[in-house]
């Protein structure tokens, strides 16, 4: 059984918005830190936002902060991420993943990562 199942990505024109979802089947979900992280090609996985266990505390990369939004439903075991105002840039695949906050911040979760989801921002 996958840990994690990303969806909701596609192809959106530049300026366009998509919301990814991450459910987790963990059973720890709601007591770890989530991050959604993307890798486009030949580039490393990067964090792209992380938030806390119970949402208290979040964390965005500069490439991202005021036009993305992380949430959680720790009832649903679930993660998501609010893309808004998206640029040819923020061509990925997006993954999600939870961990220690230090480890999800590190970009080094301990668990094995999901298959993602494929956002392409293009005309």
């Known amino acids: 059984q996958a840990q994690f199942v990303e969806s909701g990505g596609g192809l959106v024109q530049p300026g366009g918005s998509l919301r990814l979802s991450c459910e987790s089947s963990?059973?720890?979900?709601?007591?770890?830190?989530v991050g959604w992280y993307r890798q486009a090609p030949g580039k490393q996985r990067e964090l792209v936002a992380a938030?806390?266990?119970?949402?208290?505390?979040?964390n965005y990369s500069d490439s991202v902060k005021g036009r993305f939004t992380i949430s959680r439903d720790n009832a649903k075991r679930t993660a998501y991420l609010q893309m808004a105002d998206l640029k040819p840039e923020d061509t990925a695949v997006y993954y999600c993943?939870?961990?220690?906050?230090?480890?999800?911040?590190?970009?080094?979760?301990?668990?094995?990562w999901g298959q993602g989801t494929q956002v392409t921002v293009s005309t």
């Open positions: 993943n939870i961990g220690l906050w230090a480890e999800v911040l590190s970009g080094h979760p301990p668990d094995s």
């Open positions: 963990k059973t720890i979900f709601g007591f770890k830190a």
């Open positions: 938030m806390s266990n119970y949402g208290s505390s979040t």
